[in-house]
Each structure stands twice: as C-alpha cells, then as structure tokens.
C-alpha cells in the first residue's frame, strides 16, 4: 500500500496529466505553467526555466513563451498542458479527452505531438468519446459502457480489425 506521500511522489515523477480544459493557471505564464510542476519535484529555478523553454519550442511555442493563458488560442493552451505534462519526463502520460475543447485541426495538431511522443517511448493513455481517435492512434482500444469494461480491441491486427470491432460497437460507424 502506497502512503499519499508516495503517491504524490509517483503522481509528480511519472506520470504527466493532461486535461480537457487545460487547467493552466491564469495568473501564469505559458512558461511558469509548465515550470509549475518541476518546482514540486525541487528542481533548481535555472533548470526549470531551460526546460520550459526547451518544451514550449518543442510544441511550437517558443514565441509565446511569456504570454498568459487568457493571451493564447484553445490549442496554445492545449500544447502548453502538453508541454506541462512533460516537464518531469514522465513515464506515462494520461490525456483526458485531449481534443475535446478543439477544432478539428487544431485537434490533429495535438494528437500529432502525441503520436510523436508514443514513438519516443511514452505510453500514452488517452480518454476519450470520438472512435476515430482510438482507430487512428490507439494500438489497444479498452472499451467501457456504463462504467464496465465491455471490450479490448488490439491494433495488433491492423485498422481493419479495429474499424471492424469499432462498427460493431458504435452505431452507425462508416
């Protein structure tokens, strides 16, 4: 059994979170957004400032760096929290519903830097109601109605398999 210490240490050493509404916090910059979570982990100031600026340029922010919240687009922010939920160099990162408050490109744009992170050998785990993310980025689809899991659909087998289970499962799925 984990203490809330430990879990508090594990919550801040691998796993990133990155949520539907950003949570970024107003009175914040972009770049003392994601210097937050480092500052928990007693990282030095010097060292969180490189970082930060390393992974706003990471995602494309590099210009907006000193900007508050209230000065960004909805994917600015988005990538601001990605770029937060990096910052300890997490092991797993969890996205809950990560292109839920997003136009359709700007969502892409997003899940882009995600699939460039699974690459790089983060495991993502993603929440979310849109098939269409799970049959172009999952490789296991965990499938929950009503709060109980009803199936597991592997990519193992390739997009057709999981666009064929996911036509069963969703009404109406081309």
């Not at 995600?114 to 499938?143: N, S």
């Amino acid at each position: 059994t984990f203490s809330e210490s430990d879990l508090a240490q594990l919550r801040g050493q691998k796993i990133g979170f990155i949520f539907q509404s950003f949570n970024l916090i107003s009175n914040l910059t972009a770049k003392e957004n994601v210097m937050l979570p480092m500052t928990f982990q007693n990282i030095p100031l010097e060292d969180r400032e490189i970082k930060a600026e390393e992974l706003l340029t990471l995602v494309d922010l590099g210009n907006r760096m000193d900007h508050y919240p209230n000065e960004l687009s909805g994917g600015q922010k988005q990538r601001v929290a990605i770029a937060r939920s990096l910052a300890n160099d997490p092991e797993v990162i969890l996205a809950d519903e990560p292109t839920g408050n997003l136009d359709t490109k700007t969502g892409d744009i997003v899940m882009h830097f995600l699939d460039k992170l699974h690459k790089q050998g983060k495991t993502i785990i993603m929440i979310t109601h849109e098939p269409e993310l799970a049959e172009h980025h999952a490789e296991v689809v965990y499938w929950l109605r009503d709060g109980k899991l009803e199936r597991i659909i592997k990519k193992k087998f390739g997009k057709k398999h999981v666009d064929g289970e996911l036509k069963k499962l969703v009404p109406g799925w081309k």
